[in-house]
Structures are given as C-alpha cells and as structure tokens.
Nanobody
Framework: QVQLVESGGGLVQAGGSLRLSCAASGRTINNYAMGWFRQAPGKERDFVAAISWGDSTSYADSVKGRFTISRDNAKNTMYLQMNSLKPEDTAVYYC????????????????????WGQGTLVTVSS
C-alpha cells in the first residue's frame, strides 16, 4: 500500500503562486494514476487535476490555464503548481493515487482512488 503526504500549502495573496508536493512511500508510483482534489469548508471534495503514469493530464474547468499537474517518478513525487490564485481556491488540498494497468488511465472521481494523503491547507487572501 502506498502512503501519500502532501506539503507546500500556506497563506498567499490573490494573484500569487504556490507549489504543492505529494510524496509517496511504501511503493513506487510509476504505475499509478494520480490526482489532486480540494475541499472548501462546508463543501464536498472536488476534482482539481489528474495525471496518468504516461503523463496525460486533465483539469477542472475552474483551474485550467492556472494550475499544472506534474510528476517525477524518480523522486516518487507528484506536484501541483498553482498560479494566479484566487480566494475561491482556498481549500484543503488532497493528493490521491490508484494503480492503473494502462499508461493513459486517469480518474476524476474521488471514489476511484484508494490511496489518499492527509491534506494541506491553502488559503488565498483577497
């Protein structure tokens, strides 16, 4: 079973940038489909971005053009570069993973993932 730990959250002003990291241990994520989700206070956990182990990517419309998901399999780590941050991006951000047979497989539904990190808080002030 892979363990995931997020880092990089914090307080940033609107228009600023942050880079989140998701470090994996226990197993290599080379054959894992990975994703980022976020949950704002009082709201459901929403899809943010996904990446296949073949490096295909998918984004929620709300972050497209501002956020970039990437992975470094040599470091067993996934990243989320967040630019042009808005107050509505404020949330706890979670990384997730699921072993995938195909290099093109991506998941956008939280129910499809079976490994989760504990979350990192991102607060964007106006």
């Amino acid at each position: 079973q892979v363990q995931l730990v997020e880092s990089g959250g914090g307080l940033v002003q609107a228009g600023g940038s942050l880079r989140l990291s998701c470090a994996a241990s226990g197993r290599t994520i080379n054959n894992y489909a990975m994703g980022w989700f976020r949950q704002a206070p009082g709201k459901e956990r929403d899809f943010v971005a996904a990446i296949s182990w073949g490096d295909s990517t998918s984004y929620a419309d709300s972050v497209k053009g501002r956020f970039t998901i990437s992975r470094d399999n040599a470091k067993n780590t996934m990243y989320l570069q967040m630019n042009s941050l808005k107050p509505e991006d404020t949330a706890v951000y979670y990384c997730a993973g699921k072993w995938a047979l195909s290099r093109s497989t991506m998941y956008r539904n939280s129910n499809d993932f079976d490994a989760w990190g504990q979350g990192t808080l991102v607060t964007v002030s106006s």
